[in-house]
Nanobody, 118 residues
Framework: VQLQASRGGLVQPGGSLRLSCVGS????????MGWLRQAPGKEREVISC????????NYANSVKGRFTMSRDNAKNTVYLQMNSLRPEDTAVYYC????????????WGQGTQVTVSS
C-alpha cells in the first residue's frame, strides 16, 4: 500500500496551490480519505476528511472556506485545492486513508512541505 503526494512548494501569501495524492495497493473507494498537516512545534492537525459513504467532506475551522478537498475514485486520487494561503498554513501536509469511519488512519503518504511566505 502506498500513498504518493505531489510536491508542495513555496507560495506567496494570498496564493493558491493544489496538492494531489495517488493511492496504490488498495481501493480508495472503500476508505475515508484525509488531509492532515503539521507545522513546526505544533501537533498534527486534521484539516479535511472525505467520507467514503456519502462523499461529504468536513473541514477544520482553520481552512474552511479556503481549502477544498475532492477525490476521484477511478484514479485512486485525492486532491486538496488551497486558496488564499496564509503564512500560518506553512506545514508538512499528509494524505491518509482509513478503512473505518472514525479513529486512526491506516495508511499515510510521505508528507510534502508547503511554505507560505513573501
Amino acid at each position: 500500500v502506498q500513498l504518493q503526494a505531489s510536491r508542495g512548494g513555496l507560495v506567496q501569501p494570498g496564493g493558491s496551490l493544489r496538492l494531489s495524492c495517488v493511492g496504490s495497493g488498495f481501493d480508495m473507494e472503500y476508505y475515508d480519505m484525509g488531509w492532515l498537516r503539521q507545522a513546526p512545534g505544533k501537533e498534527r492537525e486534521v484539516i479535511s476528511c472525505n467520507s467514503k459513504n456519502d462523499g461529504m467532506t468536513n473541514y477544520a475551522n482553520s481552512v474552511k472556506g479556503r481549502f477544498t478537498m475532492s477525490r476521484d475514485n477511478a484514479k485512486n486520487t485525492v486532491y486538496l485545492q488551497m486558496n488564499s494561503l496564509r503564512p500560518e498554513d506553512t506545514a508538512v501536509y499528509y494524505c491518509a486513508a482509513r478503512r473505518a469511519s472514525i479513529g486512526q488512519y491506516d495508511y499515510w503518504g510521505q508528507g510534502t512541505q508547503v511554505t507560505v511566505s513573501s
